[in-house]
Nanobody, 111 residues
């Protein structure tokens, strides 16, 4: 059975940091590419960052230079280091492995 379980969301002020994680069970962690996506209120879900099994990364333009995606293959865990957060980063964040999605965690950036 495949399970993706996110944690590490929360309410922060602009300029602060968060580091969500996504623990994966089953064989999905071995797939080629993993990713983080987010959905802001009233908007469509969008890609935030992806990482290949070899460590190659891609980022949305809006987060490049502020966010860093990483994976710990030994622990089957995906991370998203989010620095210098801004209110526009507010939304529900999801991890993804092929057709499998986590349940989503809320990230709110507000003063």
């Amino acid at each position: 059975q495949v399970r993706l379980v996110e944690s590490g969301g929360g309410l922060v002020q602009p300029g602060e940091s968060l580091r969500p994680s996504c623990e994966m069970s089953g064989s999905v962690f071995s797939v080629l590419t993993l990713g983080w996506y987010r959905q802001a209120p009233g908007k469509q879900r969008e890609m935030v960052a992806t990482i290949t099994r070899g460590g190659g990364t891609t980022y949305a333009a809006s987060v490049k230079g502020r966010f860093t995606i990483s994976r710990n293959n030994a622990q089957s865990t995906l991370y998203l280091q989010m620095n210098d957060l801004i209110p526009e980063d507010t939304g529900v964040y999801y991890c993804r492995a092929q057709v499998h999605w986590g349940q989503g965690i809320q990230v709110t950036v507000s003063s």
